[in-house]
Structures are given as structure tokens and as C-alpha cells.
């Protein structure tokens, strides 16, 4: 016969996990995948723009012509523009990267950056920017605030990580630990 503690861990090991994050599919990728991969693009172009002959082909490899509607030289000029703060987006992305793949959780968690800050961080820089107003418009098209909620969630399953309620699982999905048994009786 199961004591009451025993059987309130039973049902707690057969209670499914709740994914708080999944990486997107390779077939399908967010909003969110393809904006960091275009940005990934976009830093590529300005570090070695000077010996490529086109900004097409250094853009076409980061996804350019998978955005509706595709991003012009002119959007590709304003989002330069704020350069410094587009490089802290993907600081913050590999920042999240590293703690998901971390063999030393406590290093990688002392080195997350919020990517829905730098979001907003480089939004705001675009917007002081007169330059960035073909970007901001682009921006808006594609999906702003969208990006900015997955960026969020995906932030949340970080902090969810980093503070051990959760755990990083097959296909580097996050998962939320069951609770405990005795949040279960309170």
C-alpha cells in the first residue's frame, strides 16, 4: 500500500511536462528564428561588406527573401544604422544558446541577456534614427510585436531555467519541472 507521500509522487512523475520553449523547426521557423538569422546577415554584411561586391548575396544565405514583404537596401541601411544595438541582440541570442547548451549552468546563467530588452533597446535606437524610418516601417510589417512576445516566452523559459524550475530537454526543448509534492497538498 502507497503512503500518501508516495502517491502524490506517482501522480507527479505521470504528470506531463509543460514546454515553456522549443526551438523552431528547420522546415518552419518562427518570426522570431528568421528576424536573428537576418540580423546574423546583416552584422555578416557590415563586417565584411567592404569585399563583397553586393549586399544580395551576403543577405540571400540569412534568409532575406523568406520575409513578406523582403527587406529593401534601404531597410538593410536603417537596421546598420543601429549596429551597435543589433549586435546586442545577438549577444543575447548567444547568450540564451549558451545556457541551453551549457555543461556549467551557473557560468551561462550569469552571462544571460534578456533578448526582448535588446529588442526593445535597438527599436528604440531605430526610432531616434532618421535614417531607420524605411526599417521601422519593415519592422512593423513583418510582424514587431510578434517578435517581441516570442522573444518574451522565450526570455521566461530562460529565467524558468536559470532559477531550476525547469529543465532543458530532448531537441533542446524547455520543459517545466512538475511541482513539487508538497506545492501539490497546499
Known amino acids: 500500500?502507497?503512503?500518501?507521500?508516495?502517491?502524490?509522487?506517482?501522480?507527479?512523475?505521470?504528470?506531463?511536462?509543460?514546454?515553456?520553449?522549443?526551438?523552431?523547426?528547420?522546415?518552419?521557423?518562427?518570426?522570431?528564428?528568421?528576424?536573428?538569422?537576418?540580423?546574423?546577415?546583416?552584422?555578416?554584411?557590415v563586417w565584411n561588406g567592404f569585399w563583397r561586391r553586393g549586399m544580395d548575396g551576403t543577405l540571400c544565405r540569412y534568409g532575406r527573401y523568406m520575409f513578406r514583404p523582403v527587406p529593401s537596401r534601404g531597410v538593410v541601411i536603417g537596421l546598420s544604422a543601429a549596429?551597435?544595438?543589433?549586435?546586442?541582440?545577438?549577444l543575447a541570442d548567444?547568450?540564451?544558446?549558451?545556457?541551453?547548451?551549457?555543461?556549467e549552468k551557473s557560468k551561462a546563467a550569469g552571462r544571460f541577456q534578456?533578448?526582448?530588452?535588446?529588442?526593445?533597446?535597438f527599436r528604440l535606437s531605430l526610432d531616434q534614427d532618421v535614417r531607420a524610418v524605411e526599417a521601422r516601417r519593415w519592422l512593423d510589417a513583418?510582424?514587431?510585436?510578434?517578435?517581441?512576445?516570442?522573444a518574451g516566452k522565450r526570455d521566461k523559459a530562460a529565467e524558468r531555467l536559470i532559477a531550476g524550475t525547469a529543465i532543458v530537454g530532448p531537441?533542446?526543448?524547455?520543459?517545466?519541472?512538475?511541482?513539487?509534492?508538497?506545492e501539490v497538498a497546499a
Open 1 to 45: 500500500m502507497l503512503t500518501a507521500t508516495q502517491s502524490a509522487s506517482v501522480s507527479m512523475a505521470r504528470r506531463p511536462s509543460v514546454l515553456l520553449w522549443a526551438p523552431p523547426a528547420d522546415l518552419k521557423p518562427n518570426i522570431l528564428a528568421l528576424f536573428l538569422k537576418f540580423c546574423r546577415g546583416c552584422d555578416d554584411y
Open 83 to 90: 549596429w551597435s544595438e543589433l549586435r546586442k541582440i545577438l
Open 94 to 103: 548567444d547568450s540564451f544558446t549558451a545556457l541551453v547548451q551549457a555543461n
Open 114 to 121: 534578456s533578448l526582448k530588452a535588446a529588442l526593445i533597446w
Open 142 to 150: 513583418i510582424g514587431w510585436q510578434s517578435i517581441l512576445a516570442l
Open 171 to 182: 531537441a533542446s526543448k524547455i520543459l517545466a519541472l512538475p511541482s513539487a509534492p508538497a
